[in-house]
């Protein structure tokens, strides 16, 4: 399977990481970022090639992962599936709009594509979108970060957002992928609250889901990625595992 990149920032320079070592199980070929720099870096080091216009890698991939942005979902990832070619998307955030999501899923319906959407930074998601058959009563989201991952300052705890996911994706875009992760496994919108914490030096995630089949809390404390403080590995590692699923004749999990 011959993959390209969209993207080249702190989760594409993992997915080749694991390229480079010979671990990803994918053939990883094609870059495109806006930074030429960034893609030609990557490009680089998995005798890849860059290309200028995500068109140029559209004929020759089975599958792009998306690693930009909420926007590049909205303006790139339709052209992808209109090529019939696979995507993961790892800006999940932007999949909170109800009208660019069924859109994606009628675009990838017409053109035989599928549409990937990896766990992210969270654990626990195949016991939600399991228990998602039966009813589900209540599901929240604490999310705590250091202030610099969630690009403020902050010299003692402070809650910076109390609601609904749709808006802490808004607000957040860069950050609470999570939430949209969790809302769309739920088949609802979930309660989400954020804080900057300046105690702590990872990213954590507390969730709460209670329905017909019992309830469910998991607690996920992210390393977070060197090059942007704002993502976590485990998101990374989830896309990555993601792809190896792809050719594996046993899969364990929902």
């Known amino acids: 399977m011959k993959v390209g990149i969209l993207g080249c920032g702190a989760i594409a320079n993992i997915i080749t990481n694991f390229a480079v070592e010979g671990k990803l199980g994918v053939d990883l070929k094609y870059f495109y970022d806006r930074d030429m720099e960034r893609a030609e870096n ?13 068109n140029n890698m559209l004929d020759k991939v089975d599958l792009v992962i998306e690693a930009a942005s909420p926007q590049a979902v909205s303006e790139t990832v339709p052209q992808v599936l209109e090529h019939g070619v696979d995507i993961i998307i790892m800006s999940i955030g932007a999949l909170m709009d109800p009208k660019l999501r069924e859109k994606l ?8 594509a599928k549409i990937y959407a990896p766990s992210g930074a969270i654990v626990g998601l195949d016991g939600i979108k399991a228990a998602s058959i039966g009813k589900i009563q209540s599901a929240t989201l604490v999310t705590r970060k250091p202030p610099r991952s969630l690009g403020v300052s902050a010299d003692e705890e402070t ?4 609601g609904k996911a749709g808006d802490a994706v808004l607000k957040f875009p860069m950050n609470i992928n999570v939430a949209a992760a969790l809302s769309l496994a739920c088949g609802r919108e979930i309660d989400v609250k954020i804080i900057a914490d300046p105690s702590v030096d990872r990213n954590m995630h507390e969730v709460h889901v209670v329905g017909d089949f019992g309830d469910i809390t998991t607690i996920t404390q992210n390393v977070r990625c060197a090059i942007n403080p704002k993502t976590s590995v485990m998101a990374a590692y989830s896309a990555i595992k993601l792809l190896k ?10």
């Open 105 to 112: 899923k009628t675009l990838a319906a017409q053109n035989n």
């Open 42 to 54: 990557l490009a680089s080091q998995v005798d890849g090639t860059v290309v200028l216009d995500i």
């Open 245 to 254: 699923s792809l050719n594996e004749t046993l899969r364990i999990g929902t």
């Open 159 to 162: 809650i910076l957002y109390e």
